[in-house]
């Protein structure tokens, strides 16, 4: 415990002093003669208490008080006026000040002992309460940040099962569909040849039936059978059915193809890494299979328009950024179709590229995000979808995937008149 005794009369000093001593305060006294002198003493060393005379020639105790406690360095000072009975009209502006006590001179010992030890138990109590405080603080500090890293690992956990049991299914739909649509597919080959044959076959006959007919065979059979068959012919209308029949196989042909293509998707999406995969890839080339991944949620419905730049290729999960476009483009056709029940609702996709990052952008026409939730739109579990309706989780994943993962950026702003725009930046240096 340090304490400064600030008097001009050298009596006083002593007196206190001596008080101090003889009762066995455990501490350390300086002594000062002016007030100044007591604000270099101050500027110099650490002090507990300050036993502060009131009048003083040159700065008074006042000014001095006025200095201790208008600096943040003393705030854990004490300091108790010393009075005499004609100062006692300043002891209420000493208070209004911050001064913590006071003592009458002339100095009774009795008085004086028991205010020190008032004063040091005070600063005594101060001191753990601050050592406690500081103490609960860093506990809830702890307790934060594990409920934080718990809620983060919960989220991962979820966001991974989900995608696990999407990933799943997308397999087995895929192996499922793989089997019949190779034979269908090879089937049309082997059809497309046949009916060929069959068309020559019946060409031949057609030419047989002219020679006949050149050649005047009168038989009544033959004739009766020819004109059986030409009738039937007429009545199939076999022409149209032969120029249909290339058409009809070749679209059949495509669908098949097209099916095919969406299983080698679902297949690709059944193996996205929960770890980064990086790898060169071609962005326009990721959102093609997301946009046919996410078909039953626009066609027919909602406008997509792409808006493609021929863009380098850049490192990337091909997984991961797939499922932050899913993720995207899903929110955008939602939206778009909460806010478009009927016709007119758009999403533009558009890629382009600086000298820094590839870029995608998803544009759409929808209500657009309210300024009060923009910030907060990316924080796990934020949803404004009705209760079951979504999981909040969705940005979220976004986010990291394409900031923590891919040390990209991802970005909102809204669209004029309306509807939101979401930034996908990958950078071309992936460290
Ligand atoms: N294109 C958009 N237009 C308007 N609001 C959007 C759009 N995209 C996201 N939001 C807002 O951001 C919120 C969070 O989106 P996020 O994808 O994380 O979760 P969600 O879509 O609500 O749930 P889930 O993705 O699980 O279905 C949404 O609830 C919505 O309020
Ligand atoms: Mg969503």
Known sequence: MDILIVDDSKLNLNIAQDMLI??????????????????????????????????????????VLKIIKSSDKYKNTNVIMLTSLRDKSILKQCFELGASDFINKPID????????????????????LEGAFKMVSSKNKKLSEANKTLRETQFYITQKEKIVAVGELAAGIAHELNTPLGYVSSNFEVFKKDIEKVKDIITMYHDLISQMNALGIENGDIKNAVDKIKNEEKSVHLDFVLEDLDGLIDESKDGVDKAAEIVRVLRNFAEIEFEPNIKLNDLNSIIEEVLLITSSEYKGKITVEKNFKDIPMVSCSRGMISQVLINIMTNAFQFVKISYLEKGGKVTIETSNDDKYVICR???????????????????????????????????????????????????????PSGAIFTVKLPFDYD
């Open 22 to 63: 003889e009762n066995h305060i455990q501490c350390s006294i300086v002594l000062a003669n002016s007030g100044e002198e007591a604000i270099s003493i101050l500027d110099k060393m650490h002090i507990d208490i300050v036993l502060l005379d009131i009048v003083m020639p040159g700065l008074s105790g006042v000014e």
């Open 109 to 128: 010992s009795t008085e004086f002992i028991a205010r020190i030890k008032a004063s040091i138990r005070e600063i005594f109590y101060k001191e753990s």
């Open 362 to 416: 998803v544009v759409d026409n929808g209500p657009g995000i309210r300024p009060e939730i923009m910030n907060r739109i990316f924080n796990p579990f934020f949803t404004t979808k009705d209760v079951g309706e979504g999981t909040g989780l969705g940005l979220s994943v976004a986010y990291d995937i394409v900031v923590n993962k891919h040390n990209g950026q991802l970005v909102v702003e809204n669209n004029k």
